[in-house]
């Protein structure tokens, strides 16, 4: 049919190919180990350019070893900023609940919902129709220079290892991306809740998902102002009147997936489940509120949706031979006061018990009631004393 196919009815004919069925089994033709020569790639490229990308959505895919490739994903996903372990078909579903109730500003999917959820290569346009949108909502100047090299033309690297037959690290990239997906998504649901915003307000804070305080010193301002514009939007009473617990209650709570992005890495902002994870410290409180005092030199605010449930906190705070500590000496302090909180993590296990962050947080609310009896009495006292 060599003089019956042309540039103007090509498209019918795919179109065709795909109603009877066999457009996996025709562009499989196509593939590197059967068109050897490249001859019938060449035919069909001269005929329409645009062909191209049927030859790789379908050929590709029918040619895809799933086994290696889901493989990859799971090493893929062990390298992204996850804190869970990311299940593809999950995540697809995910991206297209979440569209649906909140997300249509951020993205838009091509893919039937229905369809979009069930086979392998539809559920990677998902992703990579969700990643685009999340991206562009985002300022590149607040993302890791790191991170954007990552992001940046990984859809070429992608397609590159699909059409050299390469599983394994077709899934290792989609995987990385899917678990920075997840957490960026699941953040901004997070930061929609607790915020009570938009979803492309919340986008304005998700660079926090991605950043580390660890290193703040050599990383500038960056980290302490993005974290300063997130305790100004919770308020300087929420942030404040946040009951007090110790940080070993952390280990409690959350189990070691959580614990070393949090205080290894220290990441300034994760989410767990329906709990956000935000970090508080002397240089980014005093950036938000004017110099007001923290109170802690290092705490993690946890909240459900919009309410704060405590605070888990070091009792003392950084000071210099008696005067208040400079911000640089607060920048250098911070890595210090990290490394000290590792012996969190040297028996951090999974919590035998599923522990309730409600009643730590009405334990902590006690707590601070006993706290300031004790101090009025001890007030009294003293006055009656002197």
Avoid at 96 to 111: A, H, I, K, N
Avoid at 278 to 303: C, N
Wanted: zero cysteines; hydrophobic letters at 50%.
């Amino acid at each position: 049919m060599r003089n019956r196919i042309t540039s103007a009815n090509v498209r019918d004919l795919v179109s065709l190919l795909a109603k009877l069925g066999i457009a996996e089994e025709f562009f499989d033709l196509a593939a590197v180990d059967v068109d050897r020569d490249g001859s019938f790639r060449r035919f069909l490229l001269t005929l329409d350019p645009v062909l191209l990308d049927a030859i790789r959505h379908y050929s590709a895919w029918n040619a895809i070893n799933p086994k290696l490739f889901f493989e990859g994903f799971a090493v893929g996903v062990a390298d992204s900023f996850a804190t869970v372990v990311v299940d593809l078909g999950r995540l697809a579903q995910l991206i297209v609940r979440v569209q649906q109730e909140q997300f249509r500003t951020l993205y838009l999917l091509s893919t039937d919902p229905a369809a979009g959820v069930l086979r392998i290569d539809q559920q990677a346009l998902v992703v990579r129709q969700a990643f685009s949108g999340v991206v562009a909502s985002l300022n590149p100047a607040a993302v890791p220079d790191k991170v954007l090299g990552v992001w940046r033309g990984w859809e070429q690297e992608f397609e590159r290892h699909l059409e050299n037959l390469d599983p394994f690290e077709a899934g290792r990239l989609l995987g990385r991306i899917a678990g920075d997906l997840w957490q960026l998504l699941t953040g901004i649901a997070a930061l929609v809740k607790l915020l009570r915003v938009t979803a492309r307000a919340a986008a304005r804070y998700v660079p926090l998902l991605l950043q580390t305080v660890r290193g703040v010193a050599a990383q500038g301002r960056l980290v302490v102002r993005e974290l300063a514009a997130l305790l100004v939007a919770l308020g300087k009473g929420a942030v404040e009147g946040a009951p007090r617990v110790g940080m070993a209650l952390l280990r409690t709570l959350f189990p070691p997936e959580v614990l070393r992005p949090l205080i290894q890495q220290g990441r300034a902002l994760l989410v767990h489940g329906d709990l956000s994870l935000t970090v508080v410290f002397q240089a980014a409180h005093a950036e938000a509120f004017g110099g007001a005092g923290a109170g802690t030199r290092f705490g993690v605010r946890v909240s459900r949706e919009s309410k704060p449930l405590f605070m888990a906190a070091m009792s003392e705070t950084v000071s210099s031979a008696g005067r208040q500590a400079t911000r640089a000496e607060l920048d250098e302090a911070l890595d210090a006061i990290l490394g000290g909180l590792d012996d969190l993590l040297t028996e951090a296990k999974a919590p035998t018990v599923v522990n309730d962050a409600s009643a730590a947080a009405i334990k902590a609310a006690r707590a601070a009631q006993l706290e300031q009896r004790l101090s009025t009495h001890l007030n009294k006292r003293l006055q009656e004393v002197a």
